[in-house]
């Protein structure tokens, strides 16, 4: 076969990022690309544990590399967790990189994009340090609207609306984000606004992407286009390609998915889920990161039981901060969760999505959980907890109303009372809205949607970007 290109793919190492850039790799390798696809280590490890990724899903052009040992595995709920990946990826992801790049110029499968997550810097460092003439292109795995609000951060700190200081709920506007002036408020914004050594890491990474040969978004026009058009005003090659599972999904012509799981999956939910009536459980679960004080797991817990509703919770071994093993829980809330509810400690969520006992998603507003719900057409309650999350639920709740955000507060009665308006009192008008939402995105990611031109118009522009390159070298030979 023709060699048509190879693509290195480096995500920042996290679930929600390896998930969505591996089902982007999937579709570069199911259009005859050869993809080498770089994680730290454990990634690598626990790709291999839990999911079928060595074993038949990729064809033989697919690579997965590991980058030698010592990248930061710790937590990253904290500045300080956070900051040392990031630190740790400069420091061993980088050389490496460039090496690896060096190493295949003169062979046979030379790389031909640089597809970057988050930090875009060591890519275009990379590249630029040694002239390599490899187009980079940023995916962000991020919602658009999460994205610009990132990119526009610069100016919210000129017009005094950053840094903020105190603490609490704050609802006064936030206006210097463009196509956001009249429903932005503090509390949507991300929380490392908070903190300015944050702020200033997330917006320069973010305002790099100019620098990019294009930027790829795992959204859907339909779902962000006035935000999308603010995004071309500084970055003109936006490509939309998702949701990138569906996409996937449409183009494996199958229904069910490969894991990306970096945890085992509990199947036996299905079975449970086959029991239920249609659209009459709640599926709770807050992603593969955010932690909860035992408090707060006690109050979703009570507000759970207390809504009657037949609920499916994904509870982590590692949710609860100083989880304290040894304290009871109430009777009550036993033979609530006996009644009602099954809980595993890491689901498949997709399919769990996809189920039709499934109506509604009590979620951390992280944007696979978002795009996977609103492509199943299932309407959510929004707790965010960090990153893009406060700006999505806010979009969820306010600008596509697919559903309710609970955001700032956590009180059983508040939890109760959001799962029966959800589940009961205005089901059927968040249903059909989340339906067409569903309907919308479907269509995106069909024959002639725009999620599927853009991913030719993506394929076509890295092989294009690549016959330019080499003009000169064929000109000279020629001569
Ligand atoms: N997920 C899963 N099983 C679970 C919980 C989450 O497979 O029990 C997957 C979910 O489908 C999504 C990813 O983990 O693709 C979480 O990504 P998201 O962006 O929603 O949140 P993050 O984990 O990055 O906070």
Redesign the pocket.
Known sequence: MEFIGHILIFPFP????V??MLKLAHLFDLSNFHVTFSVPSNIHARLLAHTDVNSGRFSPRFRLQSFPAGIYEGAIDSKEGFMELCDSLNRIAKPFLRECIAQKRNFSLPFTAFISDFQLSIALDVVGEECFNLPVYYFR?ISACGFWAYFSLPDLFEAGELPIKENGIDSSPITKIKGMEDFLRVRDLPPFCRDEDLAVLFYTETRLAVHARGLILNTFEDLEGPILSQIRTKCPKVYTLGPL?AHLKATLASKSTH???L?Q?DETCMAWLDSQEPKSVIYV??????VITRQQLMELWYGLVNSGKKFLW?M?SDLVAGKDEETPIPLELEEGTKANGYI?G?????AVLDHPAVGGFL??S?????L?SIAAGVPMICWP?F?D?QMNSRFVGEVWKLGLDMKDVCDRSSVEKLIRELMEKRKGEFLERAENMGKLAKQAISEGGSSYCNFDCLIQDIIKVNEDMRKPLKNVLAS
């Open positions: 996290i679930q929600g990022h998930n969505s795995t599972h894991s990306n799981s945890r999956e679960s807050f992603g593969s990161i955010s994904v982590r595993v890491w689901a498949p969520q997709e979620t951390h992280g944007w696979n959980s978002t996977e907890f990153a999350q």
